[in-house]
């Protein structure tokens, strides 16, 4: 041994494998920056064989090598044999860790660990974090008595990558196509939500028997829907329709520009609900139909001359102020709040067998009863009725699809609320596949009908809330005859001079007043004789008109023509016969 040179139990023999450091090539890796000198050997300054080198100086040197290597020693001994703490979940998946060769502790040679990495989240004694290779180059495989196992590796060919079988192919009849299920327009889920939504402000109309069925032969009974406050059935949409609106467009307002049954209920419900209301109305309108908009609380005002000018200020004026331009239209809503008369029908007559609804203008009300009633009784019959001048829900049918316009002229004194509406798209579908008959009724007809409401039922309908009554009264549902018939009264908005007029034309369709000439002598009594004649039939006298001739043959005669009035027709029958008996010139003048 020369002198200073490391012992031997420091820097042992030879390396087992060639090309591996000794334990003091280590130190010198460490030892070399502070300036110490090296002497023989190969590779970096020392020998692999009978290798020796010098320190330096002083001995002082040795005690700092041998100190700092004591050092080392057991601070890796201590982390080999110490439990480790918890591993983070970031070191759990580390791939360096699930390494073989880590897996060290105490055990027989060769033999598998006592105890994994982790287990339910514990450590378990876990090796060094040198890799083995490192720590045979301090030595220390001698040192934990050969615990060091470092297994061989086989390297194995590229596996060949397994395809799939291909999916075995079908064929597209084997294939079962299910269709779609159809999304209806109106569902009886939202006419059922409209009705509950309305019931405390929309009261339950009666559904009352009428004198009517013992003269036609059927259980009618009448669904007053022309009871409410605003004489119309459409309070029931419009209220709905209202209370769907955003509260951004509640607080902007609302707006309309018509005279009818659906502006009436917009402006009394809107202002009920503390939505501002405008009216936009044309100056032809009459001062009473006015005052009942400025009565329910809407802004009124008049603008233009025509309905159309009215209507297009009114969409201006929705354009720039950012109000609701309303108009009666088939949006689910207002079709909904319709169908609640269905609802009512169906709950307040028990056992029905037809309801009979008006369509013109009010398809949505034909569209909506008919898709509730069907609903709850598919056996009900549901017909709708509409005027004979203005069939479009007939043609509409007849051509399998809506049409837009049609070349007739109707009156539209009866009938002008009517004529501006138009069939939709969805009301149509909806009338086509729930409607089971459409017919039209005369203008004589309907006359008829608002005369038998005001003698059998003490109330005065419009000509469209008669349409249903007046087509059981012309006979034109013979098949109902027998069965329990509801029918739909829609409405009673109609000014009192029309009223007037409509029934006086109804007195003379149904017989009631007849107007006669017949010429008279000139001699005393000869008016007195005729008078008397018609006292004794117990006839009214409306009118009589006394001309005398200007004809040579004629000279000592005049003509006399009577409007008189009857009871019934049984009696103006029965006066035509007596005064054909009395006067065989009496001419009759046909209505």
């Known amino acids: 041994m020369c002198p200073g040179v490391i012992p031997s139990e420091i820097a042992r023999g030879q390396r087992k494998r060639e090309g591996r450091d000794t334990v003091g090539a280590a130190l010198a890796r460490v030892l070399l920056p502070l300036g110490h000198t090296t002497a023989g050997g190969e590779g970096e300054g020392f020998g692999y064989t009978n290798t020796c080198w010098t320190v330096g100086a002083s001995s002082r040197m040795n005690f700092a090598a041998q100190f700092f290597y004591s050092s080392y020693l057991s601070e890796r001994l201590e982390r080999l044999y110490s439990p480790r703490p ?65 297994r061989g590796t086989k390297a194995f060919g590229d596996a060949k990558l397994k395809l799939m079988e291909p999916p075995k192919i079908r064929r597209l009849s084997e294939f ?21 939504r309305i019931q405390t402000v929309i009261q339950k109309t009666p559904c009352t028997y009428s004198r009517l069925s013992k003269q036609y032969g059927m259980e009618i009974y009448l669904k007053k829907e022309h009871l409410h406050y605003t004489g119309s059935v459409k309070e029931r949409g419009v209220l709905y329709l209202l209370t769907s609106l955003s509260q951004a467009q ?16 917009v402006s009394h419900h809107a202002v009920e609900l503390k939505i501002p209301v405008f009216v936009i109305m044309p100056s032809c309108c009459s001062s009473p139909r006015l005052r009942i908009y400025r009565d329910y609380g809407a802004m009124v005002i008049s603008y233009g001359s025509t309905s159309r000018d009215s209507q297009n200020h009114a969409c201006h004026l929705a354009t720039e102020n950012g109000y609701l331009y309303l108009e009666e239209d088939e949006s689910a809503p207002y079709l909904a709040g319709l169908g609640t008369v269905g609802m009512e029908i169906f709950d307040q007559v028990s056992k029905l067998d037809a309801v009979v609804v008006p369509a013109a203008g009010q398809y949505g009300l034909l569209a909506g009863t008919a898709a509730a009633i069907k609903h709850l009784n598919s056996k009900i019959l549901v017909i709708g009725i509409e005027p004979e001048g203005f069939p479009l829900l007939q ?10 316009d049609m070349n007739t002229n109707p009156n539209r004194k009866l009938y002008g609320d009517l004529m501006a509406r138009s069939l939709g798209v969805n009301t149509f579908q909806l009338a086509k596949k729930l409607v089971d008959k459409v017919v039209s009724v005369s203008e004589e007809d309907a006359l008829v009908a608002m005369l038998r409401f005001q003698e059998f039922e003490r109330s005065t309908v419009d000509t469209e809330g008669a349409m249903g009554l007046a087509a059981i009264l012309a006979g034109q549902l013979p098949e109902l005859k027998g069965k329990k018939v509801a029918v739909v009264v829609s409405s009673a908005n109609m000014e009192l001079e029309l009223v007037r007029q409509c029934v006086d034309r109804a007195l003379v369709l149904d017989d009631r007043v007849s107007k006669f000439s017949v010429q008279l002598g000139e001699w005393p009594g000869d008016m007195a004789k005729l008078l008397d004649v018609l006292s004794r039939e117990d006839v009214r006298l409306l009118d009589v008109c006394h001309r005398r001739q200007c004809e040579k043959s004629d000279l000592f005669k005049a003509k006399v023509e009577c409007v008189v009035e009857t009871r019934d027709k049984n009696q103006s029958i029965q006066l035509r016969k007596a005064l054909s008996e009395r006067y065989p010139s009496i001419s009759w003048l046909e209505r």
């Open 250 to 265: 509640q607080r902007k307002g609302v707006i309309v520009a018509s005279d009818c049954n659906f502006s009436m209920a």
């Open 86 to 150: 918890a591993l983070k979940r970031s070191e759990e998946n580390d791939p360096f860790w699930q390494r073989d060769e880590l897996r060290l502790g105490p055990g027989q040679p060769g033999g598998p660990p006592k105890c994994g990495l982790v287990s339910n989240g514990t450590a378990c004694s876990r090796s060094t974090l040198i890799e083995p290779e490192r720590l045979k180059d301090f030595g220390e495989e001698e040192l934990v008595n050969g615990n060091v196992r470092v």
């Open 176 to 196: 079962r196509i299910v269709p779609r299920p159809i999304i209806e327009f109106l569902r009886f889920e939202d006419i059922s939500a409209a009705s509950f």
């Open 395 to 404: 043609q509409s049918l007849k051509a399998d699809g809506p049409i837009k």
